[in-house]
């Protein structure tokens, strides 16, 4: 029934919520707690998961980078893999946030919240790959620049030294804004909690938030603001990271398509991993009313916008092998289509350019199963995408005598399972503790519902 | 002049409003009357309403572009004074004053600078954080945050008298009107 109206008459918020009904829906997935035992369970297998990345971690580092499958030339293994990945899927939530506020499309507001939290564990859990890759992480702090006893500097013209600074920034900056849409959402628990306990933490985190006009007034403003920090910061994070490939010389990193493809990919990755986390969320907590077929509609839309500017870049990626007319540049891009590694290309391929185009069609943007299915196989084919780029750029650059292959190991599919784990570890404990849909954002759409006539 | 509730001293007088439009029509009335020292509390950010109760205000404003160019400074003078003058490393010939290069660490500590300069500026301006204020004793307070209107003449108000106050305030039409001690 639904799937035969048009876009523009399914509702951002369905009719009949009032401002309180939106506060007491929310605030009560939050302070009643878990309703079914299976969530508990599955809490569990995440926490499992995430103690398997701690060992993993810990393993590594105890015993070294001999763990992981690489070698040199393939120096950068599954580990930049990760990173790459993570750091993508920690994009859409920011560009949610920030940009469609700018824009002033208000079906933001059901998914910008958990957005934004899956954007700040995403990009934490990236944050922590470097340290795993790094061989000796005990020397990390040679990248901070500080008055040392050595009398050493960071090297300011190095990509790595400006990645930190783009990660670091977007970390803190993407954390500030999440803290500062939950304070009035905190304020509102506060208000609504029974015992004494959940009133004193969730009004100590309130920081004495009391909605006045004048809090309102500077609150605002400086929202919007933070957003328009955030939206040049988002692009320059991924196009940084992406610096580090393209500032070598190795054939296949070595391109100027990369910061533009590197974003592009990031949202891409950043909005799949949007629609597959709002799916079981909406079903799970009854979210039906305040996240609806229009969201997913718009979401859809987004990912095919996305994925034309990856499509178009893989493009530009053969036509510059070709065009260049270097001899290395060419076979790096033979070598993707029929090497060792073409069933990680081929498959990538058909995730992010065949599967994609499934979205044109109405049928499967509003069916839930259908477009859950398409984000995850997505998700799948952009980190075999990251795989593509970092794996087989490496591993025959130059002089064949200097060729070789390298193949994961237990540690490293430990790493990429237990990082999931670790990221749905800390999802379910916001999800448990803080609200994952802005309440005072909701009342807002409310109001502006009842405005219109 | 001081008035007091039991034994304690007059914060202000409060009525509620069941709807957003009422309290702006409200804040404009009193406004109008000559009130000065109003403040409203609304569980979200109410269009027209800084408008009605006189406190618009930019400063916010300010303090991301303070921070943001505090930040950038910061950062260019760090990599400028570290690779030119303390720890010059000569790569090649290339120059050691390298501009372009300094760029991105400069815009990004700019980007932090403003979000930091315009998050503690924001809580400041606001007088935040904060243990307790006299509203908080209201008992229906917390609906402040669910669905009510509320609006506040505090005693500090040039033309503040009690009666008078009580009697504008319900000729707005208010569900309630309540005296706050301070």
Redesign the interface.
């Known amino acids: 029934m639904a799937a035969e109206r048009p876009a523009d008459r399914i509702p951002v918020l369905e009719p009949g919520q009032?401002?309180?009904s939106v506060?007491?829906h929310m605030s009560a997935l939050v302070l009643r707690g878990p309703t079914r035992r299976g969530l508990v369970a599955l809490f569990l297998l995440f926490t499992a998961l995430a103690i398997l990345f701690g060992y993993a971690v810990i393993a590594v580092f105890a015993r070294g980078v001999g763990l992981l499958g690489v070698n040199i030339p393939v120096a950068w293994g599954w580990p930049i893999v990760n990173v790459v990945w993570w750091i993508g899927i920690g994009h859409a939530g920011t560009l949610i946030s920030a940009v469609l506020l700018l824009l002033r499309q208000r079906w933001r507001t059901s998914i910008n919240r958990f957005a934004e939290a899956m954007t700040i564990f995403a990009a934490g859990i990236a944050a922590l790959f470097p340290f795993v890759h790094l061989g000796r992480p005990w020397l990390f702090y040679y990248l901070v620049?500080y008055p040392d006893t050595m009398?050493?500097?960071?090297?300011?013209?190095s990509a790595l030294?400006?990645d930190f600074?783009?990660i670091?920034?977007y970390i803190?900056?993407s954390i500030?804004?999440w803290?500062?849409g939950l304070v009035?959402d905190l304020?509102?628990l506060?208000?609504?909690a029974v015992s004494p306990l959940r009133q004193r933490v969730y009004g100590f985190l309130a920081?004495?938030?009391?909605?006045?006009?004048?809090?309102?007034?500077?609150?605002?403003?400086?929202y919007l603001?933070?957003a328009v920090?955030?939206t040049?910061?988002v692009v320059?994070v991924h196009s940084?990271i992406s610096l580090d490939f393209a500032a070598t010389i190795v054939p296949g990193y070595h391109s100027t398509i990369f910061p533009p493809y590197f974003v592009a990919g990031a949202l891409l990755s950043g909005f799949c991993m949007v629609v597959t986390l709002a799916v079981p969320l909406r079903g799970l907590f009854g979210l039906e009313d305040f996240i609806t077929l229009r969201h997913f509609d718009r979401m859809a839309k987004l990912m095919l916008a996305s994925g034309f500017f990856v499509i178009y870049s893989y493009a530009v990626e053969f036509f510059f092998a070709w065009y260049s007319g270097d001899e290395f540049h060419r076979y790096v891009q033979i070598n993707r289509l029929f090497g060792p590694y073409a069933p990680a290309f081929w498959a990538m391929l058909t995730g992010n350019v065949l599967v994609l185009q499934a979205l044109w069609w109405r049928r499967v943007r509003r069916s839930l199963p259908l477009l859950f299915t398409v984000a995850v196989i997505i998700n799948v084919a952009m980190w075999l995408e990251r795989y593509v780029i970092v794996i087989t750029s490496t591993h025959r650059d130059f002089l064949p005598s200097m060729w070789d292959s390298a193949s994961a190991t237990g540690w490293d599919a430990a790493l990429l399972i237990g990082s999931l784990g670790l990221f749905c570890f800390l999802m379910a404990l916001f999800i448990r503790f803080l609200p994952l849909i802005s309440i005072?954002?909701m009342?807002?759409l409310v109001?502006e519902r009842e405005a219109e006539p | 002049m001081t008035y007091r509730v039991g034994d304690r001293e007059l914060f202000g007088v409060t009525a509620m409003f069941d709807s957003a439009d009422e309290l702006v029509c409200a804040a404009r009335r009193l406004r109008g009357k000559g009130y000065r020292r109003l403040d409203a509390y609304t569980p979200f950010p109410v269009e027209g309403l800084s408008e009605a109760l006189g406190c618009r205000s930019g400063k916010v404003r300010w303090c991301v572009l303070a921070g943001a160019l505090l930040g950038g400074a910061l950062a260019y003078f760090l990599q400028w004074y570290s690779a030119v003058v303390d720890y010059p490393v000569n790569v090649g010939g290339r120059p050691l004053h390298a501009w372009p290069a300094f760029l991105v660490v400069t815009f990004e500590m700019a980007v932090l600078g403003g979000a930091l300069a315009g998050f503690f500026g924001m809580l400041a301006l606001s007088g935040l954080p904060r243990l307790h204020h006299p509203v908080f004793d209201l008992p229906e307070f917390g609906r402040a945050t669910r669905g009510r209107f509320f609006l506040c003449i505090e005693s500090s108000d040039e033309r503040f008298d009690v009666e008078r106050v009580t009697k504008d305030l319900e000729a707005l039409a208010p569900l309630t009107v309540q005296e706050v001690p301070r």
């Not at chain 1, 920081?207 to 400086?222: F, I, K």
């Open positions: 009032t401002y309180a506060t007491d620049p009398g050493l500097w960071p090297q300011w013209r030294v400006w600074f783009a670091a920034t803190l900056v500030l804004f803290y500062q009035p304020a509102t506060r208000d609504r920081l004495g938030w009391r909605g006045s006009a004048r809090h309102w007034e500077h609150y605002e403003t400086n603001l933070l920090l955030a040049p910061l320059s940084v005072y954002e009342r807002e109001r």
